[in-house]
């Protein structure tokens, strides 16, 4: 086997290696028929299989109900902040966002371009911190949807509960948190994700919609946006992202292999306890997040001094640690540990962060 460094990046991020071999296998002949899933045309047999069996597996992953689409699409998940309302948003209507983030503020500014929004809850007073509850939003009275974003990324902001909203459809950026611990789909009107955290290569968005959702775009709204004209077309109206959409398909069966999306829960939950575990028991390293809304994916942190920053990278890397250094909105650090980040790799974080501290702290 190879030596694969452990990437930390946020996206596009690690994938599983077997993953990865599988498609190194098959990429010049596919099952024997002599051609590369690239070079296949969409329409074909071996082609369907491949995009229904991907999404028939995630189907089981997440126990998606029968009354939901799910759609393989393209432009990621920032061109859904526009299909959303384009999709959703009467002309007359209201949707309410929650603001916990960078990402969750560029849905807002993009849904402002197609109607009324109202900001029901910020955590803008909290630093970004921490989550306003529930209790303290400002919801609309009638609402076309709710949007929030279940992890943010960047600021390392993760809800650990579910809004309860009766009627209004729940739409939700999931991005960065789809399959790494257990959901209940039939909460949500809508989930999307761009694919490039726990999916599979970018380009590609998967989006899961409850059926009475889809066609009520608007006139205006563009034929390749039109969540019902995907779903007529199972996710073929044009020529999808073939090679993204077979890949992400290798990871859910991974992903099965692995014991589902529990068993991912499971080790997700070790990872995340072992790495905020080290940043709390030093006084060198700090993670200012409420506990409750840290994320279990993308551990922001700061060392005691930032001039100790370049050389903590510069070790990391040294040592196969990649992609540690946060976005540049927030400075710092930040650890990715999706799905195919192992228990290994944060062990070896682990390690190296006490070493630093002990040289240099
Ligand atoms: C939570 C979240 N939403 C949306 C996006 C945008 O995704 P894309 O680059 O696929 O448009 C990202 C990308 O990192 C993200 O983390």
């Not at 560029?106 to 970004?128: H, P, T």
């Not at 990278?313 to 799905?339: C, E, P, Q």
Request: aromatic content about 10%; overall charge negative; glycine content about 8%.
């Amino acid at each position: 086997m190879s030596k694969r460094a452990f990437n930390f990046c946020a996206g596009p991020a690690a994938l599983p290696e077997a993953v990865l071999q599988r498609a190194q296998a098959e990429l010049l002949d596919w099952h024997g028929k002599g051609l590369s899933v690239m070079e296949m045309s969409h329409r074909s047999d071996e082609y369907t299989a491949i995009a229904e069996k991907a999404e028939q597996d995630l189907r089981d992953l997440l126990a998606i109900p029968s009354n939901y689409k799910v759609l393989f699409l393209q432009g990621g998940a920032s061109q859904q902040f526009a299909e959303i309302p384009l999709n959703l948003l009467p002309e007359d209507g209201v949707a309410d966002y929650i603001d916990t983030g960078i990402w969750s503020r560029k849905a807002i500014e993009e849904a402002r371009r197609f109607g009324n929004v109202n900001v029901a809850a910020s955590a803008k007073s909290l630093d970004y911190f921490a989550i306003p509850g529930q209790n303290d939003w400002q919801l609309s009275e009638r609402a076309a949807y709710l949007h929030y974003a279940s992890n943010e990324t960047i600021g390392g902001l993760q809800f650990d509960w579910v809004p309860e909203l009766g009627d209004t459809p729940l739409v939700v950026d999931m991005s960065s948190d789809i399959l790494s611990r257990t959901i209940d789909v039939s909460k949500f009107g809508l989930i999307y994700a761009g694919a490039q955290k726990n999916i599979g290569p970018s380009g590609l968005v998967v989006v899961i919609v409850r059926e009475d959702l889809l066609g009520h775009a608007r006139s205006a709204c563009p034929t390749m946006l039109d969540y019902k004209i995907a779903a007529d077309n199972g996710s073929m109206y044009n020529t999808p992202a073939t090679f993204s959409w077979y890949l992400s398909g290798l990871v859910f069966e991974w992903l099965k292999e692995q014991g589902g999306v529990e068993a991912m829960e499971q080790r997700n939950r070790a990872k995340k306890d072992m790495l905020y575990g080290a940043i709390d028991a030093s006084d060198f390293y700090t993670n200012p997040i409420a506990v409750n809304a840290r994320s279990w994916m993308n551990v922001p942190f700061r060392l005691a001094d930032e001039r100790l920053d370049k050389a903590f990278l510069a070790g990391a890397d040294a040592r196969g640690l990649l992609n540690l250094k946060g976005h540049r909105s927030v400075g710092g650090m930040r650890a990715s540990i999706y799905n195919a980040v192992g228990l290994d790799a944060v062990e070896a974080l682990v390690a190296y962060m006490a070493e630093f501290e002990k040289e240099r702290g």
